[in-house]
């Protein structure tokens, strides 16, 4: 979804780039065994990244460096180091503040590198995960620092399963995943409903009611035959306008 | 309050020894403003830790080694170098099984090497913070290894705080912060209320009640002049009784 | 489930009745709409009720009275009336103790007039939902009360959706239900999934884990031709053994 | 606080009303102890309220009819009513939408009634207690409905106790509440700390930073002398020009 959104942003004339954020503790991709994970992506300047990071080059024609793509095992790695070398003058090391700025700093570091006026950031794994906590916070703090929600703005992947014999769509998952975001301190401005179920303006309406998201902010992506696919699906629903206009990005 | 307790099962013949969780992200206490934090304890084998260290040795009156003492930092430092080392064996590394399971390893380690029957863990911070839940986790997998609530009880302390002109204790803090450790799997066996409140008959009750504790294992701490007294006071409330009898520790 | 569950047990001679908790806000099922909720069940008193009131009686082969149905409709009327009646004398009226109070007031007269020595409950609704917090805290209390986990076992039923072009299987609805049980203080003894997942080995190892429950307690429902069979597969899997062996029933 | 807020904004010429929501199950408070509650308080139209109706009232100078006091009870006795004579049409009756349909009714109806441009709501209890639940949800859709947080704002009343023989101010209690409005779907607009502690720029900036709530948003209420120098008190904070800054109120 990450690097469809990018595409159609891209398309309009939005200087961008993309991070990804894996939670996991390995430093890289490179220790990781391709049977379980799937095969890893070599950026141009050697680093052993994500799939993803492959997606993302394909989708926006260019190539990216080893530093858009942060683990927990990179940051607390750097954490840990600049705590040893005494870098933070004593003081004890917590999650808040220093683990969520070393993530700010790094997003920041990438953002500013590739010049870009925007920058998609897509974090992996669930909500809830204690893994994902420390970059969820990261990511809320700099929404206040940027100048709040015209500024930034979190689109939330969400599963909408289909079960029993009569299809019927859940939307539980999607409002346990959401009070758990606000628990957080974080309020969808998007969702993205992956899954069979076709978004009737009734489960629209539902899930716009409880998430505080207006109904043309609820997005349906099905499973679709490619890839290749899901900008155009994404643009037929309006992604693309909501997006600038919520954003207030200017000639796009 | 660790301390005090591991007193008083020493004094009853329990062979047991202490471990200290810090959850902040130093690796030890060498790099920290004694400013801060307080000064550092220095172990005879030179590592520098936390004072409640010092504490331990003193009402046990034994030296302890610097694995005594855990932090988020120590353990991260470890997991990731096992990481790069291939240790995991191209698993995606997670905290759970990889930071827990390290952070077993580590408790079990401890508790052999001091040839203990019991083992004391006190885990610092606040129930809820990120800092504190993948060690919170891995005690609770921990409880499930060794057999269960027989083998292994969880005393959590809580601060009941009196406010206003009449003096009212507040309970709710220990009703949000008890619901918080439920969430996470974790059934306290007994409270240990700190603050200035006279734990009243209704007090104890309604503790009792809500936490599924039974009543004699609400314990009330108050602010004593010297620390030394507060193995007198747990004593005098049965706090010892109570954990030889719910850990079925013979002999003692 | 529960008329399965108590078709195994009445099978074993343990003499047992149901008692269906609808946490819906009618009084009873005589004003609801068949074309959204279902055909209406009547009783041999007359009274209007949840379909699952007639699978309990044909499971059980017995009559079943009116009084085997709360709802929030009925309970909070019944509180409301008493308050003004002046029954409280003069207190502040609470969920806690008032309406959970009576929550098990009525349990415990539907399981006397029975004469049962096993009362099944089914809360009806989702973990989570305001409507079931009242309830499911009177099912704690009552656990409390009748002397703890060995007289009263909770069954937690549970949706694992299988997602994707792979069929993989998600656990983690499961895992956000048992979180949010456990908040409010229940720890569930067994873990029925409900979904066309085959429970394999792994996964019942995981839900195991996470969930605090021996693995013969995962129980997987698939969805059956006919809710006759249901019985049987529960049967097999070893249910009817667990739930005795777990409560102490004896002789059956 | 609530009729100090309303003091205030009258006197700068805004036309306004205030309703008291008690989320306890008594219908009104005539059946209540006054030894355990308090003295009860009439109203000019024979209602027995809740004591902080008499404070309104003189802080406004007006007299208030009794439907400018909500509770549990008024609320679920009119919804279970109307159920039982059919005027839900057979649906299922819920929480959401019809007993937080009720109460915005309510709301909206003393509100018209009194020809106010503005409302204050104060809800009783505590965040977290299932009583209040209803009642949050109500407030949060009601925000929604009349436009967002431009014309709707939500006043957060908490505890910062201070404990220890140094007096040290804990913000735990706080961030816990704030976290469980956030999970329900409210973000408060401004944080009234209750308690002894004097605000220092720390403290402040903390409760700012966690809460997302601008530094001159958090404010302190000391134990005052008496109740009327509460509205002087929050004055010289700033707390008028804020408001009426927050919710564009003109003229004032």
């Known amino acids: 979804t990450t690097s ?20 996991y503790l390995n430093v890289d991709a490179g220790t990781m065994n391709p049977y379980q994970h799937g095969e890893v992506f070599v950026l141009d300047d050697g680093t052993e990244v994500d799939l993803d990071l492959g997606n993302y080059e394909r989708f926006l024609g260019e190539s990216l ?26 003081n004890t090391v917590q999650i808040i503040p220093h683990v969520t700025g070393e993530v700010k700093h790094m997003l920041r570091e990438a ?5 870009a006026e925007l920058t998609l ?8 995960d204690i893994e994902s906590m420390p970059f969820l916070e990261a990511l809320r703090e700099l929404q206040q620092e940027v100048g709040g929600r015209d500024h930034m703005a979190f689109v939330h992947t969400t599963l909408v399963p289909v079960v029993g014999a009569v299809g019927e769509a859940k939307t539980k998952p999607t409002q346990h995943s959401v009070r758990e975001l606000r628990s957080l301190g974080i309020q969808p401005d998007m969702i993205v409903a992956r899954g069979p179920a076709a978004l009737t303006p009734d489960l629209r ?8 998201v207006p109904p043309e902010a609820v997005i ?32 796009a």
């Open 4 to 23: 469809s959104i990018a595409r159609i942003l891209k398309a309009r004339g939005v200087p961008l780039t993309v991070v990804k954020i894996d939670p």
């Open 65 to 90: 460096p080893g530093n858009h793509n942060l683990t927990t095992g990179k940051v607390y790695r750097t954490v840990i180091e600049k705590e040893r070398r005494g870098d933070y003058l004593g």
């Open 111 to 115: 953002a500013q590198h590739a010049q």
């Open 121 to 128: 950031v897509e974090v992996g794994g669930t909500v809830g």
């Open 205 to 212: 309406a539902k899930i716009s009611l409880f998430c505080d």
């Open 220 to 251: 349906a992506v099905p499973d679709l035959p490619t890839v290749y696919q899901v900008p155009l699906h994404l643009e037929s629903q309006g992604v693309g306008d909501y997006l600038v206009k919520r954003l207030g990005i200017e000639g």
